[in-house]
């Protein structure tokens, strides 16, 4: 059970119907809303639900085959903030253009119990760049950040006229907004923040806002492939923050330090060489790391 609400169960026989997906070997898992309440159910194997992130009481994600789930507690007092399940649906509909060129993941399910945000996505093949990073040749690298670079392009190619998600909801990019109050996502009070730093124009870009090393996904298995994963923060912002993000961002560092910020400056120099400005100093200048 998950959530006193889903119930996952794990099978050999592939289901015709419903919400399932694969095990990466010959059996499957499927998950359902039951009308009933009492199950008779056995504990999975720690190997087959492992646990990838956890963010103490905020949220966590697990790996259940070739699937993922993330649980985000949600806050009673946030506005409207665009969901990731929105976001992802956003980006793989034609309608709304190109589906992107570059592996992203899709919806198998979403559902919010007890004030708990629970999406299964679909897994992005490959491993995570703070994984993988460490055994790259220099070649290898240079790949990796020239392909974020033309994922930022790629995305900055759908425009609108507010600092949004991509419904219109809230923005939750604390790195604009220090204060990190959930009152404080409008259009209208990160529009402030961006002019104090010196961003100016009036239509922005979209831009995923959290290309970290654990979020950016490497598929060295034929050449090299780059794909994103943890969508949360998506959504439209001046171009001036995309390397700016970059420059500022310690979240974004390795774990490891003997690597720090390599990742995130050697992206911010190759958008620099493409022609995104940055307003580094003007950020630093409102804000310090503490």
């Known amino acids: ?29 499927t998950l359902s809303e039951p009308n009933y309440v009492q199950h008779q ?58 589906p992107p060129t570059f592996p992203i993941p899709h919806v198998l399910y979403h559902k919010e119990i007890n004030h708990r945000y629970y999406l299964f996505t679909s897994r992005v093949p490959g491993d995570t760049l703070e994984k993988s990073w460490p055994s790259m040749d220099e070649t290898t690298k240079q790949m990796c950040v020239e392909q974020a670079v033309e994922i930022c392009k790629e995305l900055g190619q759908r425009k609108n006229n507010k600092i949004c998600g991509v419904d219109g909801g809230g923005l939750s990019e604390n790195w604009i907004n220090r204060a990190q109050s959930p009152s404080q996502y409008s259009h209208e009070t990160l529009l402030l923040c961006c002019r104090e730093f010196g961003m100016k124009g009036n239509i922005f870009v979209l831009c995923h806002c959290d290309i ?64 995104f400005s940055e307003v580094e100093q003007a950020w630093s200048s409102q804000f310090s790391k503490s």
Not at 78 to 96: G, Q, V
């Open 212 to 275: 970290g090393p654990k979020n950016v996904i490497v598929d060295l298995s034929n050449g090299c492939t780059v794909g994103l994963v943890d969508w949360e923060v998506t959504g439209f912002v001046p171009k001036e923050w995309i390397r700016t993000k970059f420059c500022v961002c310690w979240g974004m560092d390795f774990d490891d330090d003997k690597y720090s910020n390599d990742w995130r400056q050697r992206v911010q120099l190759q958008l620099g060489k493409e022609g």
């Open 41 to 98: 159910t056995r504990p999975l194997s720690s190997t087959q639900i492992q646990l990838v992130h956890d963010a103490g009481d905020c949220n966590a994600a697990w790996r259940i085959g070739e699937a993922f789930l993330k649980v985000q507690a949600l806050s009673l007092k946030a506005p409207s903030r665009t969901p990731e399940h929105i976001t992802l649906n956003y980006l793989h509909d034609p309608a709304n253009g190109s």
């Open 1 to 29: 059970m998950i959530g006193d609400r889903l119930l996952l169960r794990y099978t050999t026989v592939r289901p015709s119907s419903g919400c399932s997906w694969s095990d990466g070997g010959d059996a499957f898992y």
